[in-house]
């Protein structure tokens, strides 16, 4: 009875979900993010700071680290060496989450009377001063879980790579991949638009849109909990494109496991015009959004992952390359 | 299938926590609904004193004899290593304590546990008048007395309309602002005019003397004591309210001490001050007969949180409400999914709503917090660092609550003044939080989160104002150990939240792959 009421609502039942294999967030909490993810490991992927000296001694790529701003004494220092080099750059609370606090520093300009001006990825110019206040917020810990002290990390800026860039009018989109136990199980691009003020999350207007894992095809989006075929801003179909080092890209992202451990991990990654894929960071608790992204639930595939794991516990744990040809085999 | 470890804990504390409350209920008694209530009053005198440590202290309180219209239900008294004795002086009994010798400051309790008598009817009190003396009023005082008394005379009908004309003049006229200063030099303003008076109306041979007590009437807004006029016009006694010059019902005024307005005096001490305290209570009429009967269970009476002092009794009637709303908001996020700003911030909220009402402490609130919003955006501006910032908002916040508590004085709106009883430090965390929400993740997400917690707020206060609930977390403590178990299960919950359902529509009709 209650599910021929839920019929002419705009809901889904329990059941209809569970046969679609939908994770929820209890669910992802209780048996994935607390079943598969240590404690312990966290700070390897809350603190920007652990994950880029990681990342980069292991040699996996990742936006170049231009500075590490740890006080306040640290913050004019680095403020005054970036504005003298004159480049674009980012800055990042360490311990930030969902993006919370990134400001992007495409240009660095001086006008008439010589004063620096910084101007954003979206456009807006910060004098010093403004940027200076943003830094000291930062180290504050307004960003960060729990109101704790935290650092600034300052990073080279990316700069987005062709298809994405026909795409997309402004900010940068990322590839966000979930990886199980090593195996890469489902992908999808974020593409901001206008309106999500170019950021990459998907409830402030961004526009998910679902990887295959095969072969790095797009394969339709997700725009504010509708389907859509098309991106708002550029109208450009979301069909038909696909991931160009699609193949590289899964490795990278399997390899992100072994690094630092996590058996439930999102992993994000961006395309630069001229380095190719980066890890842009790591993700203890990745969200469930991309379900609607891909129109397809999580679990059936996590289960996969998590059985294929358990009979390679036997031997030894699969190589990267292999765990990436098995997923792709595995996930269509 | 082998049950995981939390559900057998969860299971056991639920069977642990009913079966304390189902023999509670069934052995001694103790009620499961509210039931018919009469009101109980918890009147506790704290007695702070240091002796002088030479000599042998003796500390006299006077606590109610058979006050009229009330009825004791029990007193007991904390000695502290003092001799006890009681014995009745006039028309007050008073409590002594006594020591022989004490080093630096002791506390002492005298707590008294009052209900309603139950033949409030007539309005005056039957009993003896006290012999009316004439007093002797100096020479210099008598014609201004004479003629004071003579115009009160003239606009008054009977002996009770006398004593309430006088205590009218002697407040507003000239004569009777002279008449006060000439009469009496000490005391407060109540005690004054109280004492006063009753000497006015013994010259005019009407028995009459100030009275110390408590206001108890259902809806009293304060419960402080104050001293009151009780004239007996030849059949009863009337109580008179001394600033007002109102006649008072006499079940609404409960007599603590007669004639004496110090219900304390001490001997032998560098310093003695008493504080009272009230505690309002419902209790079911079934509690107050069988008060008695459970003094024999001792351990059973060990769970009961009446035996606690008043002003913790106070402190327990609302903290033992935070339990449930916290399993509230554990079901609103994890089985609802209502997006709040902190975890437990509605219950805080919904407790202050208690305060005012919910109508108007959710637009108090709502104010509030728009309120602090903008002050804090303004802020962001001005560039200051972290700290300051939110010692700032905090600042603005309360300066706002200061002006909206005159301002509604001023208009003689009610619900504004109780403003300031919210958690001050509650809403600074909630403004903050939401701002940086605001700010990074946009009003999209905020807004959500302000909705949610407001929400949550006001069904977690629907729900601690149910009058059953209220009893039954005061009543059976042990029924936390039901909702600690519940909520032990509930954190085990995979299931769908409910806005999930919502969430996922796209994805009912696609199949997993």
Known sequence: ?332 | MRLAPVYVAAALLVALGLGAAAWRHLDAGAPLTPGAETSVWNIEARIGVTPDPALPAKIDLLVPNAPPRFMLLGETRITAGYGVTESVQGANRVLTWTKRRSEGRDILYYRARLTHGDSPNGAVVAGDPPPAETPDYRASVEPTVEAFLDGVRRDSADIFSFAAVLLKRLQETDQGGELLALMRDAGGEDRRRAEAAATLLHGARIPARPVFGFMLSNGARSYDPQIMLQVHNGEGWAIFDPRSADRIAPEDFLIWARDAVDPLSAENVESADVAFSVLHAKRSAETIAETRQQQAHPILNGLSLSRLPVDMQKVYQVLLLLPVGAVLVVLLRNVVGVPTAGTFTPVLLALAFRQTDLAAGVGLSALVIAFGLAARLYLERLQLLFVPKIAAVLIAVILMMTLISLASAEVGFTGGLSVSLFPMVVLAWIIERLSVVWEENGPQDAMPQAFGTVIAASLAFLLLNLEQVQHLAFTFPELMLVLLGATLALGRYKGYRLLELWRFRALKGEAGS
């Open chain 1, 1 to 332: 009875m209650i599910g021929a009421f839920a019929a002419k609502l705009p809901l889904a039942t329990p059941g209809e979900l569970r046969a679609n294999g939908v994770l929820g967030l209890n669910r992802r909490n209780l048996h994935y993010v607390q079943g598969e993810n240590r404690r312990a490991l966290y700070p390897l992927v809350d603190d920007k700071r652990q994950t880029k000296r990681l990342l980069e001694s292991s040699g996996v790529a990742t936006p170049k680290l231009l500075g590490v701003i740890e006080g306040e004494r640290d913050a004019d220092s680095c403020l005054q060496r970036m504005a003298d080099a004159g480049e674009g750059f980012v800055v990042k609370p360490a311990k930030g989450s969902a993006g919370k606090g990134v400001t992007v520093i495409e240009e660095v300009l001086a006008n008439r009377r010589g004063r620096i001006l910084f101007r954003t990825a979206g456009g807006d110019l910060l004098s010093l001063s403004q940027l200076r206040h943003h830094l000291s917020n930062i180290l504050s810990g307004v960003y960060s879980f729990g109101d704790r002290r935290d650092s600034a990390v300052v990073e080279e800026v990316v700069h987005p790579a062709p298809p994405f860039t026909e795409i997309v009018w402004e900010g940068i989109p990322d590839i966000r991949i979930v990886v199980m136990r090593g195996y890469p199980v489902m992908a999808m691009g974020r593409l901001p638009t206008l309106e999500s003020d170019g950021r990459g999350n998907l409830h402030q207007g961004a526009v998910g849109v679902g990887i295959r894992i095969a072969d790095g095809a797009f394969a339709g989006g997700q725009h504010k909990n509708r389907f859509i075929s098309e991106h708002p801003d550029t109208l450009r179909p979301l069909d038909g494109y696909t991931v160009p080092d699609w193949g590289k890209m899964l490795r990278l992202a399997a390899r992100c496991t072994d690094l630092v451990g996590l058996g439930f991990l999102g992993v994000d990654i961006v395309v630069d015009r001229e380095r190719g894929p980066l890890i842009l960071e790591l993700n203890a608790r990745p969200g469930v959004s991309i379900q609607l992204a891909n129109r397809c639930g999580l679990e059936a595939r996590l289960a996969k992952a998590e059985a294929w794991a358990e009979a390679g516990d036997a031997e030894d744990a699969e190589p990267a390359d292999a765990r990436v040809a098995r997923a792709q085999a595995g996930f269509a």
